[in-house]
């Protein structure tokens, strides 16, 4: 198992604004699983990308893979307020059966 | 989809008192289970996983343990608790395989004064 980085670790934004955020990671990948955490609670699972897919979608989140960088991107379109959270990657090797998460970024919307 | 409980929300306690933090999962059987713990403003720090009831694997030395009785019932405990030991506590469940999602609980804030 290995740790995505998050990148940057925080990031503030109006309200209607696109927040982008990244993860890099080292060794390759069977697929990547992006969570979100508010304030406080557990992490939700968002979105999961497989090691052959470049790009998904789901509702206003969009993700992206490229292996040959090790680095993947999340998408928010059309922020709103209730996005603010931390959103942390999982780079999942298929090895193990763990999941190792790094330090997040910090979302904030501003209303 | 599962359902993780876990309590108490909220603990308090002295420095070298016991600790027992419960996690038990709804909604599936024979599920892997995971004790992370979260420093403040901090990523997630995974303590130990488990495949199976009596299964243990440590991640790091630490002055916690941690037990599974049953299938679906994931114990974190300690003897005495240190200061470093204050944190928030998550419980995680998954199938197993690779690219299964993993459940979290609502987690556990110990503070140890």
């Known amino acids: 198992s290995q740790q995505g980085e998050e990148d940057p670790q925080a990031l503030s934004i109006q309200e209607g604004e696109n927040a982008t955020m990244n993860c890099s990671y080292k060794?390759?990948?069977?697929?990547l699983q992006w969570y979100r955490q508010n304030s406080g609670r557990g992490l939700v699972h968002l979105i999961l990308i497989r090691s052959n897919e470049r790009e998904k979608h789901s509702g206003r989140l969009r993700v992206t893979l490229d292996t040959s960088k090790k680095s993947s991107s999340l998408l928010i379109t059309a922020s709103r307020a209730a996005d603010t959270a931390s959103y942390f990657c999982a780079p999942d090797g298929g090895a193990t059966n763990k999941l190792i998460f790094g330090t997040g970024t910090l979302l904030a919307v501003q209303p | 989809s599962q359902t993780i409980h876990q309590w108490p929300a909220t603990l308090v306690q002295p420095v070298g008192s016991p600790l027992s933090l419960e996690c038990t999962v709804e909604g599936t059987s024979n599920p892997n289970l995971y004790w992370y713990r979260q420093a403040a403003g901090r990523g997630l720090q995974l303590l130990f996983y488990s495949v199976g009831i009596g299964q243990i694997s440590s991640e790091v030395p630490q002055n916690l343990s941690a037990s599974r009785p049953q299938d679906r019932q994931f114990i974190l405990s300690s003897k005495k608790l240190l200061l470093s030991d204050s944190g928030f506590y998550l419980c995680?469940?998954?199938?197993?395989?690779?690219?299964?999602?993993?459940?979290f609980g609502p987690g556990t804030r110990l503070l140890v004064l």
């Open positions: 060794t390759s990948i069977n697929n």
């Open positions: 995680a469940s998954t199938q197993g395989q690779s690219g299964e999602t993993q459940y």
